[in-house]
């Protein structure tokens, strides 16, 4: 039988006898680095594993050219995948990319940014690596948009596509899409697809 959390196949659930804080949370995600770590409503702990080499790979370009992005735009700015946010629903995620409007940003304190932000971004993306299982994705994003993410991409490199999800709509599937362009609070945002699809 496996003990240890790095053995154990994720997401894993914890659920600790007295819910964490949200500052005992960020201890503790800090303290079990590299693992990553979400919290749900009722305070139960999801544990995931670091995304392997590829799939990180791919992230971390889909965040730059997010980043470029806000930068030149300039009404709001990007964040990774290690930036979690408290959502309305009390849970806390981290999106693999995120975009945050300055009205936004500048609504809540710089203790409050330090922490979990209590604010849920305008954009994120989801980006499916190897060991993803697709219903898990679709339902996480289904919880941002249930919580105000105007407009999610998941971004699938293993089916070259991408799913485009926003409130009241069914999600709009593009399949082995040359580029996708941003809606709503991210219009003039494109996303070329060669730079991802390796």
Known sequence: MS???NEIEPP???RPDTPMSDDQFMRFC???EPMRFEREPNGEIIVMSPTGSEGGGIETDVTTELAIWARADGRGRAFGSNAGFKLPDTSVRAADAAWVSWRLWNSVSREQRE???PICPEFI???RSKTDRLPTLQAKLAVWIANGVEV???IDPIEKSITIYRPGEEPEHLAHPTSV???GPIAGFELVL???WT
């Open 181 to 183: 362009q941003g809606t």
């Open 30 to 32: 800090a303290a079990n």
């Open 12 to 14: 894993i659930r914890l």
């Open 152 to 154: 999610a991409w998941l």
């Open 115 to 117: 922490g979990f932000a």
């Open 3 to 5: 003990l240890a959390l």
């Open 125 to 127: 993306i989801e980006v």
């Open 194 to 196: 060669s730079k991802v």
